[in-house]
Nanobody, 119 residues
Framework: QVQLQESGPGHVKPSQTLSLTCTVS??????????WSWIRQPPGKGLEWIGY???????YYSPSLRSRTSISRDTSKNQFTLQLSSVIPEDTAKYYC???????????WGQGTQVTVSS
C-alpha cells in the first residue's frame, strides 16, 4: 500500500524559505490519477490545502498561497517537495503530504511534520 513520510526542518525563521520533502513508497509518483498534495493544519485551526503536483508534473496551488508556493518532484527518488518562501509566524502548522485520487479523496496521509516559524 502507499505510504508517505514527510521530512524537513522543524523550525524556520521569518522571511526564510520552508522546504519539506515527501517520500513515497508503494506507488510511483508518476502513477496515473495521483495528485500529490500538501495540506497543513495551524494550531487550533482547520486543515488548509496548499497545492499539488500531478502524476504528469502539473502543479496547482491555493490562490492565497500561490505567490509563495512551489511544489516540485524528483521521480528518480519518488519524492515531491514543498517550498514556501518568505514565511511568517502564521505559517506555523503541521504539514502533511497525501495523494488525491478521483473518487477516493485524500488517502493515505503521512504522519505530518510540525514546522514552527519564529525568530
Amino acid at each position: 500500500q502507499v505510504q508517505l513520510q514527510e521530512s524537513g526542518p522543524g523550525h524556520v525563521k521569518p522571511s526564510q524559505t520552508l522546504s519539506l520533502t515527501c517520500t513515497v513508497s508503494g506507488a510511483s509518483i508518476t502513477t496515473n490519477d495521483y495528485y500529490w498534495s500538501w495540506i497543513r493544519q495551524p494550531p487550533g485551526k482547520g486543515l488548509e490545502w496548499i497545492g499539488y503536483i500531478s502524476y504528469t508534473g502539473v502543479t496547482y496551488y491555493s490562490p492565497s498561497l500561490r505567490s509563495r508556493t512551489s511544489i516540485s518532484r524528483d521521480t528518480s527518488k519518488n519524492q515531491f517537495t514543498l517550498q514556501l518562501s518568505s514565511v511568517i509566524p502564521e505559517d506555523t502548522a503541521k504539514y502533511y503530504c497525501t495523494p488525491l485520487r478521483t473518487g477516493r479523496g485524500y488517502d493515505p496521509w503521512g504522519q505530518g511534520t510540525q514546522v514552527t516559524v519564529s525568530s
